[in-house]
């Protein structure tokens, strides 16, 4: 197989991992013992376009040339600096769990590998294209199936605890939050923004006759997103549209977001609940709560574990609910929580980040100020991804981290002063999706979740090839 035919089943593999990831739902292959993280077909289809690439690289004698790109080189960086933390968290601190962290390196590497892969191989402009049509057609299909799922009853797959990703097929209870194929409403929700942003700024490139498209694509993911009500998720597609529009020097547009966001926050909605809830509950602390009226019940009330308010089931794939209901009176509560379910869940998410999993990575962080305690030390979910960094990998490896988002934000701005129309308003586009993802990575662990952080890397490796084609 010569350089040629590589590069072009290069292409046709990341043309599939950019319907694949999205669409396949999060099926487990291989299970991995200590976590209920899974190994994923998706996960092979990976390091098979990756090594690939690395011979592609060999064959076509551009591996120097790849190794003198200054953010290939703080890529690079970032790697070795994570395989030295987790060598110090296995064989110096004893902080992971040997398997655990590097199954956590590996997937880092998996999916930032992506970005030069799709870099490499995205460089016409009808391949970039083609990679559009497949992503318009993917995030229509991942709407299309979350509506099935609220009014169809189609299935669910959940990741959401140890029980519900080993593959069971689950189904929406009322007033649950529609998920897709991403395994978790916040992935989903993160996954919607990053489209709405995008969308935002391409609907000024296309043509007219394809304008209309774009703005029901855009009208419909929002919709969806309202669904999930993922409140960091809603607020991180907002501040990426405006940035879009002012980037795009469409500011006369932003008077109409600012509408068109009254309006959802006026009707109706869960998401316009849990956001009235995270100010009246966390803030103001208002709302009805709970107190034990006797002093057995007040007894019981404390040996309480603070979970979900309603139980779910899991006893049959034909059965099962995945649930997250709201407006109802909660049960399984501890004196002092609101016994609203809606207000419980707002109130709980907040407390469970404030009080647990935020000083665990600031203690971590203290414990190994440079090289932190390593992947996985600071358990599954930390609910911000750059406690998380300094937590896991310290000093060194956020800042390499950093250094990768201000190169790749440089290079992609400087597409935003071309004079090609397709590639101003794509960079416009994707640079505010960054930084959409940034705010959405300070309450959730977006870099972590496999199916957005792969197409989070991916779509920035596609806007470097566009403007390497036009450079």
């Known amino acids: 197989m010569n350089k040629l035919n590589i590069n072009n089943v290069l292409f046709f593999l990341i043309l599939f991992l950019f319907a694949f990831i999205p669409l396949y739902p999060k099926f487990p292959l291989i299970n991995i013992k200590g976590t209920f993280v899974a190994i994923r077909i998706e996960d092979f289809i990976i390091a098979l376009t990756v090594g690939l690439w690395f011979i592609y690289l060999i064959l076509s004698n551009q591996l120097k040339a790849y190794l003198k790109d200054k953010l290939n080189q703080v890529i690079l960086l970032f790697f070795m600096i994570g395989l030295a933390s987790t060598f110090s968290a296995i064989f110096l601190t004893s902080s992971v769990t040997p398997h655990l962290s590097i199954l956590h390196l590996l997937r880092r590497v998996e999916f930032m590998a992506l970005l030069p892969v799709v870099a490499a191989v995205s460089t016409t402009q009808k391949r970039f294209i083609w990679v559009l049509i497949v992503l318009a057609s993917t995030i229509f299909l991942t709407n299309i199936y979350a509506l099935g799922q609220q009014y169809l009853d189609w299935p669910v797959i959940s990741t959401t605890n140890s029980e519900f990703s080993k593959g069971l097929i689950l189904r929406l209870t009322p007033g649950a939050r529609v998920n897709s194929t991403f395994a978790g409403h916040y992935d989903f929700a993160a996954f919607l923004s990053m489209a709405i942003v995008t969308l935002t700024a391409l609907f000024f490139a296309v043509k007219k006759i394809i304008s209309p498209l774009i703005v029901l694509l855009g009208g419909l993911s929002l919709a969806v997103l309202i669904m999930t009500a993922a409140r960091q998720s809603f607020v991180a597609a907002?501040?990426?549209?405006?940035?879009?529009?002012?980037?795009?020097?469409?500011?006369?547009?932003?008077?109409?977001?600012?509408?068109?966001?009254?309006?959802?926050?006026?009707?109706?909605?869960?998401?316009?609940?849990?956001?009235?809830?995270?100010?009246?509950?966390?803030?103001?602390?208002?709302?009805?709560?709970?107190?034990?009226?006797?002093?057995?019940?007040?007894?019981?009330?404390?040996?309480?574990?603070?979970?979900?308010?309603?139980?779910?089931?899991?006893?049959?794939?034909?059965?099962?609910?995945?649930?997250?209901?709201?407006?109802?009176?909660?049960?399984?509560?501890?004196?002092?929580?609101?016994?609203?379910?809606?207000?419980?869940?707002?109130?709980?998410?907040?407390?469970?980040?404030?009080?647990?999993?935020?000083?665990?990575?600031?203690?971590?962080?203290?414990?190994?100020?440079?090289?932190?305690?390593?992947?996985?030390?600071?358990?599954?979910?930390?609910?911000?991804?750059?406690?998380?960094?300094?937590?896991?990998?310290?000093?060194?490896?956020?800042?390499?981290?950093?250094?990768?988002?201000?190169?790749?934000?440089?290079?992609?701005?400087?597409?935003?002063?071309?004079?090609?129309?397709?590639?101003?308003?794509?960079?416009?586009?994707?640079?505010?999706?960054?930084?959409?993802?940034?705010v959405n990575g300070l309450f959730i662990d977006v870099f972590e979740a496999s199916k957005v952080a792969s197409i989070f890397w991916m779509m920035l490796g596609l806007n470097l090839g566009l403007l390497k084609y036009y450079e």
């Open 238 to 438: 907002l501040i990426g549209i405006t940035l879009a529009l002012i980037l795009s020097k469409k500011k006369k547009y932003i008077l109409l977001i600012v509408i068109v966001v009254t309006g959802i926050l006026i009707l109706p909605s869960q998401l316009r609940d849990r956001f009235v809830s995270t100010v009246t509950v966390n803030f103001l602390n208002l709302g009805q709560r709970y107190q034990g009226r006797t002093d057995d019940q007040k007894a019981r009330s404390k040996l309480n574990i603070p979970t979900l308010a309603v139980k779910t089931s899991s006893t049959s794939a034909s059965t099962s609910t995945f649930a997250s209901p709201s407006g109802l009176v909660a049960t399984d509560i501890t004196p002092g929580e609101p016994i609203d379910t809606t207000q419980l869940g707002v109130y709980r998410s907040f407390q469970i980040r404030l009080n647990i999993e935020w000083p665990r990575a600031i203690r971590a962080f203290i414990k190994n100020p440079l090289l932190g305690t390593g992947y996985s030390s600071i358990d599954i979910a930390t609910d911000n991804d750059f406690l998380r960094s300094v937590g896991e990998v310290g000093i060194l490896g956020t800042s390499a981290l950093v250094l990768i988002f201000i190169e790749t934000g440089k290079r992609i701005l400087s597409g935003v002063k071309k004079n090609n129309m397709l590639l101003r308003y794509f960079s416009a586009g994707v640079f505010s999706m960054m930084i959409a993802f940034i």
